[in-house]
């Protein structure tokens, strides 16, 4: 039995931000037993050239909600990237794995082949379906996930490998 495109993308999108929102927890818990302004941990970046913690949750949800579209052919719903707040950014991890539950498998059936254009600068990259998913958009999505744990934990906050892959 040969895995799905489906069974390769949105089970694993819906379970890595399963462990996200248990991190963002964390991180929000972490500053409230130290006092600290939860800003300090939203607005952290690793280095001065890399995006802030919102930013990287916004990736993330914008690479999974893409790729569920494209694939299926259908509208990606938009979002604005105002998350400045744990409950925020958890919204937009709520707001994103709502949709992801809404693609049927039915719906990516086939789109291994479809062509998928994707208007990157300084010109439109075209890739088939089955390379746009595991070539880019996994990639991308995980290094997105995995800078968001990587802030908090630079920070602090007590997340390890377990919490990272959703065991504890």
Do not use: W
Not at 20 to 25: E, H, N, Q, R, T
Not at 101 to 120: D, V, Y
Not at 126 to 138: A, H, N, P, Q
Request: net charge negative; aromatic share 8%; charged share 20%.
């Amino acid at each position: 039995m040969s895995l799905s495109m489906y069974e390769v993308s949105i089970p694993a999108f819906i379970r890595a931000f399963g462990s996200l929102s248990a991190i963002l927890d964390k991180g929000a818990a972490f500053a409230q037993a130290q006092g600290m302004d939860p800003a300090e941990l939203i607005q952290t970046r690793l280095v001065a050239d890399m995006d802030p913690l919102p930013a990287q949750v916004q990736r993330a949800s914008d690479s999974a909600k893409g790729c569920a579209a494209r694939l299926a052919g259908i509208e990606m719903p938009s979002f604005a990237d105002t998350e400045t707040t744990f409950p925020e950014l958890q919204e937009r991890i709520a707001r994103t794995v709502a949709f992801l539950n809404t693609i049927q498998p039915a719906q990516l059936e086939g789109s291994e082949t479809r062509t998928i254009e994707l208007k990157l600068r300084p010109e439109p990259v075209t890739f088939d379906g089955k390379s746009y998913l595991l070539g880019f958009v996994l990639p991308n999505f995980y290094f997105h996930v995995t800078t968001a744990y990587d802030i908090l934990r630079h920070k602090g906050v007590p997340v390890g490998k377990r919490d990272y892959l959703g065991l504890s």
